[in-house]
């Protein structure tokens, strides 16, 4: 079963814009969201990460939002670049496990 | 300072052939991760090892899969009588032994470039 649901498949913003990506969850043991950032031919890189006592985490251009009841978090890109161009994915993880449940991705690409 | 390395980073094989798969994860992290990552869809937790032991290995698929880190570094993930149906890149990770709940870090996983594995 899909634990962690992603949206959208693909996304294309232009420079400057704002990226959101969006993911739902259903295990309410999950306490630890990150989101990786992956280039083609390269394993997954975390870009920021949050727990769920928290409703927002900004690092730099990064936002995630994180709404506890509906279950949900997002991935806000400011500003978007072309470098910014990947495969984004959300993850969980419960606090008694060890491993990440990732969605499915996004694959983003910012036109210059 | 080194990351996770993997090698080979593409394995052909046919059906049917074994196949090993190796990873060195970062140098002090205790805890090691095997990832499948099919084409267009996020990675698929394997096994999970902390030190020399497997601590979770509910994510392989089957008996055909097999994993070992004999002295708690290096690991290597077997896969018997491969199938087409195998085909996909293989992922590992490593994380350093902490307490889990302090830290920003959260124990974050650092990523291999992984394995392509075709099976023919």
């Known amino acids: 079963q899909q634990q962690v649901k992603q949206s959208p498949q693909s996304l294309i913003v232009q420079k400057g814009g704002i990226s959101i990506i969006n993911c739902a969850y259903e295990?309410?043991?999950?306490?630890?969201f990150p989101w990786y950032q992956q280039f083609p031919g390269k394993g997954p890189a975390l870009l920021i990460a949050?727990?769920?006592?928290?409703s927002e985490k900004k690092e730099g251009r990064f936002t995630i939002s994180f709404n506890k009841s509906a279950k949900q978090f997002s991935l806000h890109i400011m500003d978007s670049q072309p470098g910014d161009s990947a495969t984004y994915f959300c993850?969980?993880?419960?606090?008694?496990?060890?491993?990440?449940?990732f969605g499915s991705g996004t694959q983003l690409t910012v036109l210059p | 300072g080194a990351g996770v390395s993997q090698t080979p980073s593409n394995k052909v094989t046919e059906k049917g052939k074994y196949v090993e798969l190796r990873c060195d994860p970062i140098?002090?992290?205790?805890?090691l991760y095997w990832y499948r990552q099919s084409l267009g869809q996020g990675p698929e937790f394997l096994i999970y090892?902390?030190?020399?032991?497997?601590?979770?290995d509910s994510g392989l698929p089957n008996d055909r899969f097999f994993a070992v880190r004999p002295e708690g570094s290096v690991s290597t993930l077997k896969i018997q009588r491969t199938e087409r149906g195998d085909s996909a890149v293989y992922l590992c990770?490593?994380?350093?032994?902490?307490?889990?709940?302090?830290?920003?870090?959260?124990?974050?996983?650092?990523f291999g470039p992984g394995t392509r594995l075709t099976v023919l």
């Open positions: 990770a490593s994380s350093s032994q902490g307490s889990g709940t302090s830290g920003s870090s959260y124990n974050e996983q650092f």
């Open positions: 295990n309410t043991a999950f306490d630890y």
């Open positions: 949050i727990r769920p006592d928290v």
């Open positions: 993850a969980a993880r419960e606090g008694s496990a060890r491993q990440l449940t």
């Open positions: 140098s002090g992290h205790t805890a």
């Open positions: 090892f902390q030190g020399t032991g497997a601590a979770d």
